[in-house]
Antibody, heavy 118, light 109 residues
Framework: EVQLVESGGGLVKPGGSQRLSCAAS????????MNWVRQAPGKGLEWVSS????????YYADSVKGRFTISRDNAKNSLYLQMNSLRAEDTAVYYC???????????WGQGTLVTVSS | EIVMTQSPATLSVSPGERATLSCRAS??????LAWYQQKPGQAPRLLIY???TRATGIPARFSGSGSGAEFTLTIGSLQSEDFAVYYC???????????FGQGTKVEIK
């Protein structure tokens, strides 16, 4: 069974940093691109970042470019999102999602809430 | 950036009736479109990809159609578990920048 479990969310002050993790199991993690997608409270879905199977190709939404860094460790079946210079508008549930190469998201984690507030 | 526009924002439907949801892209995306269902407090669930292919385990009452810039999700004979928010998503852009529609809430009439 495919499982994606996010962790690392919490309350952080504006300007602060947070690192999210996503532990994958039940599939060959190194064979799939992975993504972070977020959802602000009561709002819609927003793609944040994507990383290819080996990490060679990385993409970011303009809203997070220069502040967030996506990475992966295929040996540990894990995906990460380092978030720096956090703003109130970054408050959201952050989901990791599996992407069958350049396409849709076929599995999602349950999400982790990041709240940016003083 | 490709903008995805869904309509209507809210759809009130009685159980057993059909629901038709629309999604429009700001430019052609061929058939690179997915539909997701999201219930309160849950992660989104993939329903349809490639504009018309049902994901694994999705009931046949869910169907997708369209290509280019106009797409439709049809839910035939709504069941109680189908009341949720539905999002469309394009994945055909280059450089990659996946975008979602704003969602359509299907509520009980």
């Amino acid at each position: 069974e495919v499982q994606l479990v996010e962790s690392g969310g919490g309350l952080v002050k504006p300007g602060g940093s947070q690192r999210l993790s996503c532990a994958a199991s039940g599939f060959s993690f190194s064979s799939y691109s992975m993504n972070w997608v977020r959802q602000a409270p009561g709002k819609g879905l927003e793609w944040v970042s994507s990383i290819s199977t080996t990490g060679s190709f990385i993409y970011y939404a303009d809203s997070v470019k220069g502040r967030f860094t996506i990475s992966r460790d295929n040996a540990k079946n894990s995906l990460y999102l380092q978030m720096n210079s956090l703003r109130a508008e970054d408050t959201a549930v952050y989901y990791c999602a599996r992407e069958p190469s350049g396409s849709y998201y076929d599995y999602w984690g349950q999400g982790t809430l990041v709240t940016v507030s003083s | 950036e490709i903008v995805m526009t869904q309509s209507p924002a809210t759809l009130s439907v009685s159980p057993g009736e059909r629901a038709t949801l629309s999604c429009r892209a700001s430019q052609s995306i061929s058939s690179n479109l997915a539909w997701y269902q999201q219930k309160p407090g849950q992660a989104p669930r993939l329903l349809i990809y490639g504009a018309s292919t049902r994901a694994t385990g999705i009931p046949a009452r869910f169907s997708g159609s369209g290509s280019g810039a106009e797409f439709t999700l049809t839910i035939g004979s709504l069941q109680s578990e189908d009341f949720a928010v539905y999002y469309c998503q394009q994945y055909g852009a280059w450089p990659p920048a996946w975008t979602f529609g704003q969602g359509t809430k299907v509520e009980i009439k």
